[in-house]
């Protein structure tokens, strides 16, 4: 989390204003309505499945860019060995593994946090981020 330090001047931005309080949630699920968001940023790849909806998800970081959100169901193919040998078809399988992604700030319209440590489960309204539902 960022500190503010006395001798620093407060933000000058909304934006700026927004990642240091948007800090304290690191690691805890968020809600976000995302405005405008490109189809290229929709399904598989992202995990947001329901982009006109408020979607939950693992916050990771925010910077002045944007915020780092995590996809905890990813799916990946492995097709090459680390050594640059490519992987048997019969062997190439689907793996889950999470990944984290940057969401410009152009692109979110709001985000509800919880002062509590622990989301009260997932409202009718929200979509978990990753999940098809």
Excluded at 11 to 31: C, G, R, W
Excluded at 94 to 105: F, G, Q, V
Excluded at 114 to 127: L, Q, R, T
Aim: charged content about 30%.
């Amino acid at each position: 989390m960022r500190k503010m330090k006395s001798e620093e001047s407060p933000p000058n931005t909304i934006e700026e204003a927004i990642v240091i309080f948007l800090d304290s949630y690191v690691n805890q699920k968020v809600q976000i309505k995302f405005r405008n968001l490109p189809e290229s940023l929709s399904g598989q790849v992202t995990g947001i499945y329901h982009p006109d909806k408020w979607c939950i998800a693992k916050l990771i970081f925010t910077e002045s860019m944007g915020m780092w959100i995590e996809n905890p169901c990813y799916e990946r193919t492995k097709v090459k060995e680390d050594d640059g040998t490519d992987v048997p078809v019969s062997d190439q399988v689907a793996e889950k593994c999470p990944t984290h992604l940057l969401i410009k700030w152009d692109y979110v319209d709001s985000v509800i946090v919880f002062p509590e440590k622990d989301m009260p489960g997932v409202g009718k309204e929200a979509k978990l981020i990753g999940f098809h539902s």
